[in-house]
């Protein structure tokens, strides 16, 4: 006999949790690759990665509270927390492995990371222009197929 809960098995709950943390993990993870580009780029490692986590989880709840009408909504911003702390620890790891607390500890042939936010701007918009130019012709040919 299984368990119920608000009158569903608690297998069903626990599949829709985990359903819903994969969802907001790989939101928040595709979010943060496009947020390290902007945020905090002159910061100490570690409040660089609590910048980029905590505007990849701000967009992923953002997106999934306002992006479709569910009475479930009101829990995004909690459901989300988990998937935004291992957003923190991959970047914290990331940028303490690569900070110098000097730049004469800097080895030969390492190049210092562009600190200006249009280059991160410039590389996401050039990639998102490229993805366009690829799928263009997927996106026509199914328009083409299914009119009259």
């Known amino acids: 006999m299984d368990t119920l809960i608000f009158g569903q098995p608690l297998s069903d709950w626990l599949?829709?949790?985990g359903f819903v943390l994969a969802i907001t993990g790989a939101i928040q993870f595709?979010?943060?690759f496009v947020v390290v580009k902007f945020v905090g780029l002159q910061s100490p490692p570690i409040r660089r990665a609590v910048l980029t986590a905590?505007?990849?989880y701000a967009l992923c709840s953002g997106?999934?509270?306002f992006g479709g009408a569910s009475e479930y909504a009101i829990w995004v911003p909690l459901v989300s927390i988990p998937a935004a702390i291992g957003v923190y620890?991959?970047?914290k790891a990331g940028f303490l492995r690569a900070w110098y607390d000097d730049?004469?500890?800097i080895p030969e042939g390492v190049g210092i990371a562009n600190q200006d936010w249009?280059?991160?701007l410039y590389a996401v918009a050039g990639a998102a222009i490229i993805l366009m130019v690829k799928k263009a012709p997927l996106i026509f040919a199914?328009?083409?197929s299914t009119s009259p």
């Open 118 to 120: 249009r280059v991160g």
């Open 54 to 56: 905590a505007s990849a």
């Open 142 to 144: 199914v328009q083409n």
């Open 103 to 105: 730049p004469s500890q």
């Open 89 to 91: 620890h991959y970047w």
């Open 15 to 17: 599949l829709g949790i």
């Open 63 to 65: 997106f999934l509270i």
């Open 30 to 32: 595709m979010a943060s």
